[in-house]
């Protein structure tokens, strides 16, 4: 699902850069997609190490992910990178994350597909799934705003403003869960 989704959304960058007016979109949609393919190999481990609850493991994890985000981010920006240095920041944070719980709790392995066991799940995660893309889009609709009324440097400004505004909190919350 991770790959499809990424494939997806490399897929339709250009007619979200379209939809925006603006181009230098376009790749940095595609590398903002490689989130759900390091998305994919975090999920089972992240959900094994919630049901053995082994939180100390999952904090480790979000902590140091984020500080190697963090870092990124600080890097490639400070470096000039721009936008690219805050999707990059992201990215890594994405990948750090899976390395880590693979780490802490190796699921990496061959999947196995039984049709019968997933239909009774299916309907269910369809809703979960339609919840989160809703609330996603809830979430981020101010961004899709600014940067169609206001252009792409005063969204640039936006984003890292409430970037760092939201680190903390997010970071926060996650060793508080």
Known sequence: LGLALTVALVALAPAIGALVKEPRVVPLVRLVSLQFLAMSFSII???RLSMDMRF???????VAAA???????????????GAVGLIVGTVT??????????????SLQMPHFYLSKVRSFARFSGLVLLER?????????DTFVVGRLLGAAQLGIYAVGRQLTNIPLERAMEVIN
């Open 56 to 62: 100390k493991e999952l904090s480790i994890a979000g």
């Open 45 to 47: 481990p992240a959900a």
């Open 93 to 106: 944070l994405s990948v750090a994350r899976a390395v880590i719980l693979n780490i802490f709790c190796p």
């Open 133 to 141: 893309s809703l609330w996603y889009w809830y979430m981020q609709i």
């Open 67 to 81: 500080v190697i985000g963090g870092a990124a981010t600080l890097i490639m920006t400070l470096n000039g990178a």
